[in-house]
């Protein structure tokens, strides 16, 4: 079966049991599904019951499609995603992103959880991703190319959207949040980083490192989507503070910003 007959059939499904037709989508990171919670007259769908959907097998990721209003926008919100780590394909795990264009979605706002390698940046920190390092040395565009999905060749120049990137830097302003900007460096996981690694991203000048979203942010790229990317820095890397790494100060970071975040991601959406 073509990978856009799996789309299509996914599309469909959802089409049916969506009443309003959702604008924008929203991609939420480890323990930063808190924001689902917040969308009114919510419609939940497990990805188990979506054709073709992978299920979400990691701690802090629900694995369900949430789908009603958000600030009056029409929303539908990944809560929880799929990572390589997980044995998944590059393309399981940006097929959700597809399906998001062809419900006819046109932005995204993708976050996630990561690792600051930045010693100007402390956990809790907010950062708005400019650009991306991919080193999981695999890119969901390779294979046969389908010209339906998008061009062989994909620009990444402008990846994350600049006007985007202006607003949610407009927005940060407004609330009084200090905001980060900065490169997320992309690794595949599951291991944390090693310091000699985290030496090499901060030389190379990235400024976060996390275990998902460059892949994502290349498929919807290529499907013509416009990006917008926030972290929350759960976390230093490893080697930056002598303390050992684990996902349960991830999630506890997550929570203790859980209200700011939203807040945020909240006021974005009102002002695109």
Same mark, same amino acid.
């Given at each position: ?16 049991? /969506? ?11 480890? $323990? /930063? ?69 062809? /419900? ?10 990561? $690792? $600051? ?103 919807a790229v290529h499907g013509g989507q416009k990006v917008l990317g926030i972290s929350c820095?759960?976390?230093?890397a490893a080697g930056i503070l002598p303390q050992p790494l684990s996902h349960d100060e ?18 974005? /959406?009102?002002?695109?």
């Amino acid at each position: 079966m073509t990978l856009v007959k799996r789309i299509n059939d996914a599309a469909s499904y959802l089409q049916e049991q /969506l009443k309003d037709k959702p604008k924008f989508g929203l991609i939420l990171g480890s $323990g /930063l599904g808190v924001l689902a919670d917040e969308i009114e007259n919510p419609k939940s769908i497990p990805y188990n019951d979506i054709p073709h959907f992978p299920v979400s097998t990691v701690e802090g990721h629900a694995g369900e499609l949430v789908c009603g209003q958000l600030k009056g926008k029409n929303v539908i919100a990944m809560k929880g995603r799929f990572h390589y780590y997980e044995g998944y394909t590059m393309e399981e795990v940006t097929f959700p992103v597809r399906v998001m264009k062809a /419900l006819g979605i046109e932005t995204i706002i993708v976050t996630n959880a990561a $690792g $600051g390698v930045n010693r100007n940046f402390e956990p809790g920190d907010l950062m708005i991703i400019e650009d991306h390092i991919n080193f999981a040395f695999d890119n969901p565009l390779m294979g046969k190319n389908d010209d339906s999905l998008g061009l062989r060749f994909t620009d990444m120049s402008n990846a994350y959207d600049k006007n985007l990137i202006k607003v949610a830097e407009e927005v940060a302003e407004e609330m009084r949040i200090i905001i980060r900007k900065g490169v997320y460096t992309y690794f595949t996981g599951p291991t944390y980083e090693t310091p000699a690694e985290i030496k090499m991203v901060e030389f190379l000048g990235g400024d976060a490192v996390g275990m998902s979203t460059a892949s994502e942010v290349m498929a919807a790229v290529h499907g013509g989507q416009k990006v917008l990317g926030i972290s929350c820095i759960s976390n230093m890397a490893a080697g930056i503070l002598p303390q050992p790494l684990s996902h349960d100060e991830v999630i506890e970071t997550t929570q203790r910003v859980k209200s700011q975040f939203t807040a945020y991601i909240k006021g974005i /959406l009102e002002r695109i």
